[in-house]
């Protein structure tokens, strides 16, 4: 996301070829994206184990279902993310039943300073929705910031936050519509 | 039909989604939304358009090769289809081995230097999950042999630490255990000496954080079933260096 437009014009080029069963594009589709996305499932499952499966799994589909990106609606590494993302809370899904503690929900919920790198690295996109969230309560802005990054449920943040369930929802839901109103003007 | 309530009330259910904070089944049945019905779609793409920018604060990991290596004979990808190199960190500035080698795993840093000065040196010396260790400990706890394994290089260091006796017409023999795997052989190991395993493919695939290592008893040069006959003495998860 944070990449030129010719990066990502090149990167659309080769998911489709991977879409039509070129496996060269396939492995370099590999080269450019599985650490994004090992990242990705990393922060998400906390488990090196874990996280390997899933970026196998999230590959796996990849290659199969790569015939099925459509340039025209989404980004490659928009779709690759967001794939990646889903497989990752489903894996949380499967395995968590009763929340478990998880100190790390209550760092992101503390942890205010994200930019890990400075703003001109940052896309466009980010950039904005950076400014949409610092309109936000600094409160409500962490909690959609761990919710993002966990990956964990309502019931999970609000465990983790020790803040009633519906307060968390109510926290949530009200940053999102901020967010839709301040990023859709 | 859809009153303007309806419409916002789904309208955030989709952001709820693609936040990630719904559970199991609030999820499924968005999913199914999304296959069925082309405004939902739209609706959910343009919340993935809203929220996944914020990925880029994560910072990216490079996988391990042998993700690649399973990945492509899961799939059954032509074996010459060049292995992709992420860049990684440089092994000095890994925290995590420092850590590691801290513990007091001195027979390991042994194994480690072994294995440095043994094999041709890359430039630059690379980790994260390049290397890997196991600590093969017996049933008393304490631990027989430390194994290091450069990925890269397609190799293992098995340094004894304090191996059990065992008949002097018998052998330790090595055994690689992928999680709800058979038992795959490694070879016979030294119990005075380090030895060098050359892993193949097919055994790189399966050195995974999940996998075990495990050294059984043996008749004198090793199983004759290419499975174990003899009691396992000693075993150790796995971990990246």
């Known amino acids: ?185 | 039909m859809n009153t303007p309530t309806d419409h916002d009330r789904d309208d955030l259910r989709y952001a709820e989604y693609v936040l990630g904070v719904l559970d199991a089944d609030a999820r499924a049945a968005v999913e199914r939304e999304i296959h069925d019905n082309p405004q939902a779609a739209a609706a959910v793409a343009l919340w993935q358009r809203h929220l996944l920018p914020l990925s880029e604060d994560i910072p990216a990991v490079a996988p391990a090769d042998y993700v690649w290596a399973r990945l492509q004979s899961g799939l059954g990808l032509a074996p010459d289809i060049p292995a992709p190199a992420p860049a990684r960190r440089r092994l000095w500035d890994s925290l995590p081995l420092w850590r590691w080698l801290g513990i007091g795993a001195s027979m390991l840093a042994a194994a480690c230097l072994v294995m440095l000065f043994s094999t041709p040196l890359p430039a630059p010396i690379t980790v994260g999950a390049q290397y890997m260790v196991s600590s093969i400990q017996q049933d008393n706890g304490i631990t027989g042999w430390t194994a290091a394994m450069d990925i890269q290089h397609a190799q293992m260091v098995v340094v004894p630490a304090t191996p059990a006796a065992i008949a002097g017409d018998r052998s330790p023999e090595l055994w690689l255990i992928p999680p709800g795997g058979k038992p795959m052989p490694l070879g016979v190991i030294a119990r005075d000496k380090p030895t060098t395993v050359k892993l193949r493919p097919d055994q790189l695939a399966n050195l995974t954080a999940k996998a075990l290592l495990a050294v059984s008893v043996e008749p004198a040069g090793g199983s004759p079933t290419g499975q174990p006959t003899g009691p396992v003495v000693a075993k150790g998860p796995i971990s990246g260096a």
């Open chain 1, 1 to 185: 996301m944070s990449s030129s437009p010719a990066e990502r014009e090149e990167l659309s080029r080769i998911l489709v070829a991977a879409g039509h069963g070129d496996q060269r594009a396939f492995a370099e589709l590999y080269r450019r994206t599985s650490s994004r996305l090992f990242g990705v499932c990393l922060r998400m499952l906390r488990d090196r184990g874990e996280a390997e499966d899933t970026l196998q799994e999230i590959y796996t589909t990849v290659w199969r279902r790569a015939g099925s990106f459509d340039p025209a609606r989404a980004s490659a590494i928009t779709w690759l993310v967001t794939l990646g993302r889903n497989k990752a809370i489903d894996r949380l899904r499967q395995h968590r039943e009763a929340p478990l503690p998880d100190p790390a929900i209550a760092l992101d919920l503390v942890d205010e300073q994200p930019s890990p790198a400075t703003d001109a690295e940052l896309s466009q996109e980010r950039q904005r929705l950076e400014r949409c969230l610092d309109a936000l309560e600094p409160q409500h802005k962490a909690a959609v910031r761990a919710a993002f990054f966990s990956g964990a449920t309502y019931n999970e943040l609000a465990a983790h936050c020790s803040v009633p369930l519906a307060t968390m929802k109510s926290w949530i839901r009200r940053s999102l519509i901020r967010l839709r109103t301040c990023l859709e003007s």
